[in-house]
Nanobody, 117 residues
Framework: QVQLVESGGGLVQPGGSLRLSCEFSGIIFGIYAMGWYRQAPGKQRELVATFTTGGRTDYADSVKGRFTISRDNPKNTMYLQMNSLKPEDTAVYYC???????????WGQGTQVTVSS
């Protein structure tokens, strides 16, 4: 059974940094793609960063050079390091996983990130 649990959100000033964590179970890298998505109020959920099943990383243009996705396999944890945060990064951030060939996603409960002075 796949389970995803995010943590690390909070309130930060513009220009600041946060690191989000996603603890997971029931996932084998190489079979599941994983990523981070976000949803701001009144907007659709959007991709932020992702690991493909081949281990390649991809980023949304809006976060390239500021955010870094990484993982610690022994700890079954994926991270999103967010630097140079902007008010427009304010959103609920979700951890996502999808098994190769599947038509549905697994989601965590989300963690709120607010960037404000």
């Amino acid at each position: 059974q796949v389970q995803l649990v995010e943590s690390g959100g909070g309130l930060v000033q513009p220009g600041g940094s946060l690191r989000l964590s996603c603890e997971f179970s029931g996932i084998i890298f190489g079979i599941y793609a994983m990523g981070w998505y976000r949803q701001a109020p009144g907007k659709q959920r959007e991709l932020v960063a992702t690991f493909t099943t081949g281990g390649r990383t991809d980023y949304a243009d809006s976060v390239k050079g500021r955010f870094t996705i990484s993982r610690d396999n022994p700890k079954n944890t994926m991270y999103l390091q967010m630097n140079s945060l902007k008010p427009e990064d304010t959103a609920v951030y979700y951890c996502q996983a999808r098994r190769s060939g599947a038509l549905y996603d697994y989601w965590g409960q989300g963690t709120q990130v607010t960037v404000s002075s």
